[in-house]
């Protein structure tokens, strides 16, 4: 199988910081951007640019046989610029995941695939089980797997284990727009896990953008934020700017919390004292 | 003979997957569309020689919009 060639501009987008490489590909940005939800295509694509996103979550159906135009997104974007990230959004059980990859691969020549399987249709939370047993098949088929999975470590280290491309916990459940409901625990997966993490779901403004890259993720993925917001071209240039300052400042080292006040001005040479 | 092409029953005397999207107006040389008969996906190279069957369970998929 031919697949995509790698046409994204390696290096970083900071002076200094190392590429984001993800399954052997390099990408400048750390921002994964989704193409669902927009007011229209035209809006899709500004945003997608001022966002600076190189990689582009994209789900497969069935092709509108009445209109075959229909619904496919393949026309609006130039695969010169972008890598597609194929999801199996909508998947309840492995298999349906399994094959879903399988047909993605077939359709877009990537071997990149974000496996999703869903356990509650109202949370849209994974199942941890068929998860695994979905990646674990993708990996051996080939696949560079990108599980969108819980904020679990001892799942992101099974999945790690087995072989996966990156672990993609969730900031809080898709499209809530939440936040980052548990720093805690994605911090501790960044700790122990030596994949890349990409914090994925539940980013509802910029500030959460930054805070995930603040506590070390390796990238972001979003999409709701984006399209649904008033103004979606102005909310990716807001994204890519908090995910550029959150990395910048994860790696410049932050100073430690204290509950009281440590004076900045000097504490000698005070007038009258 | 009678399978059914993405959900839907129909009525199809095409013997291959070629034929079929021929026959449906779908340009079988166009990117980013794939095939699926009864789960399984059958590769491009595939899709003028594997033969169709009654009752088959046929899937034709492309990408669109996602998160």
Same mark, same amino acid.
């Not at chain 1, 999801?87 to 047909?103: F, S």
């Not at chain 2, 789960?39 to 046929?58: F, S, T």
């Given at each position: 199988?031919?697949?995509?060639?790698?046409? +994204?501009?390696?290096?970083?987008?900071?002076?200094?910081?190392?590429?984001?490489?993800?399954?052997?590909?390099?990408?400048?940005?750390?921002?994964?951007?989704?193409?669902?939800?927009?007011?229209?295509?035209?809006?899709? $694509?500004?945003?997608?640019?001022?966002?600076?996103?190189?990689?582009?979550?994209?789900?497969?159906?069935?092709?509108?046989?009445?209109?075959?135009?229909?619904?496919?997104?393949?026309?609006?974007?130039?695969?010169?610029?972008?890598?597609?990230?194929?999801?199996?959004?909508?998947?309840?059980?492995?298999?349906?995941?399994?094959?879903?990859?399988?047909?993605?691969?077939?359709?877009?020549?990537?071997?990149?695939?974000?496996? %999703?399987?869903?356990?509650?249709?109202?949370?849209?939370?994974?199942?941890? %089980?068929?998860?695994?047993?979905?990646?674990?098949?993708?990996?051996?088929?080939?696949?560079?797997?990108?599980?969108?999975?819980?904020?679990?470590?001892?799942?992101?280290?099974?999945?790690?284990?087995? #072989?996966?491309?990156?672990?993609?916990?969730?900031?809080? &459940?898709?499209?809530?727009?939440?936040?980052?409901?548990?720093?805690?625990?994605?911090?501790?997966?960044?700790?122990? $896990?030596?994949?890349? *993490? $990409? +914090?994925?779901?539940?980013?509802?403004?910029?500030?959460?953008?930054?805070?995930? *890259?603040?506590?070390?993720?390796?990238?972001?993925?979003?999409?709701?934020?984006?399209?649904?917001?008033?103004? &979606?071209?102005? *909310?990716?240039?807001?994204?890519?700017?908090?995910?550029? #300052?959150?990395?910048?400042?994860?790696?410049?080292?932050? +100073?430690?919390?204290?509950?009281?006040?440590?004076?900045?001005? &000097?504490?000698?040479?005070?007038?009258?004292? | 003979?009678?399978?059914?092409?993405?959900?839907?029953? $129909?009525?199809?005397?095409?013997?291959? +997957?070629?034929?079929?999207?021929?026959?449906?107006?779908?340009? &079988?040389?166009?990117? #980013?569309?794939?095939?699926?008969?009864?789960?399984?996906?059958?590769?491009?190279? *595939?899709?003028?020689?594997?033969?169709?069957?009654?009752?088959?369970?046929?899937?034709?998929?492309?990408?669109?919009?996602?998160?």
């Amino acid at each position: 199988m031919t697949m995509t060639d790698n046409h +994204i501009t390696a290096g970083s987008a900071l002076p200094g910081d190392d590429p984001f490489t993800i399954a052997g590909r390099s990408y400048t940005s750390r921002l994964l951007l989704g193409t669902s939800r927009y007011p229209n295509p035209r809006l899709m $694509i500004d945003a997608v640019e001022a966002s600076g996103a190189e990689l582009l979550t994209v789900s497969i159906r069935r092709l509108n046989l009445g209109d075959q135009g229909a619904g496919s997104i393949l026309g609006y974007i130039d695969r010169a610029k972008y890598d597609l990230l194929p999801n199996t959004a909508g998947c309840y059980t492995a298999r349906e995941a399994v094959l879903t990859a399988q047909l993605a691969r077939e359709a877009l020549e990537t071997d990149m695939i974000k496996v %999703e399987v869903i356990g509650d249709e109202d949370t849209l939370l994974p199942d941890v %089980e068929q998860l695994l047993k979905a990646c674990q098949d993708l990996v051996k088929a080939g696949f560079q797997v990108l599980p969108y999975c819980n904020d679990d470590l001892i799942t992101c280290l099974k999945l790690q284990e087995m #072989g996966c491309a990156a672990v993609m916990p969730l900031a809080s &459940p898709i499209g809530s727009g939440m936040g980052i409901r548990n720093p805690y625990n994605l911090q501790i997966i960044r700790e122990r $896990i030596t994949i890349p *993490m $990409i +914090i994925d779901a539940g980013i509802g403004t910029a500030s959460d953008a930054a805070r995930a *890259m603040e506590l070390g993720a390796d990238g972001v993925l979003l999409n709701t934020a984006v399209a649904g917001a008033h103004h &979606p071209v102005e *909310m990716a240039r807001a994204m890519r700017m908090a995910i550029e #300052g959150g990395r910048l400042a994860h790696r410049a080292g932050r +100073i430690p919390t204290r509950l009281y006040a440590t004076a900045s001005s &000097p504490t000698e040479g005070m007038v009258g004292r | 003979m009678q399978l059914r092409l993405n959900g839907q029953p $129909i009525e199809t005397l095409c013997p291959t +997957i070629r034929e079929l999207l021929l026959d449906r107006g779908i340009d &079988p040389e166009q990117r #980013g569309i794939a095939v699926a008969v009864n789960d399984e996906v059958i590769l491009r190279a *595939m899709w003028g020689e594997h033969p169709l069957g009654e009752g088959d369970d046929v899937e034709l998929i492309t990408a669109m919009q996602g998160g």
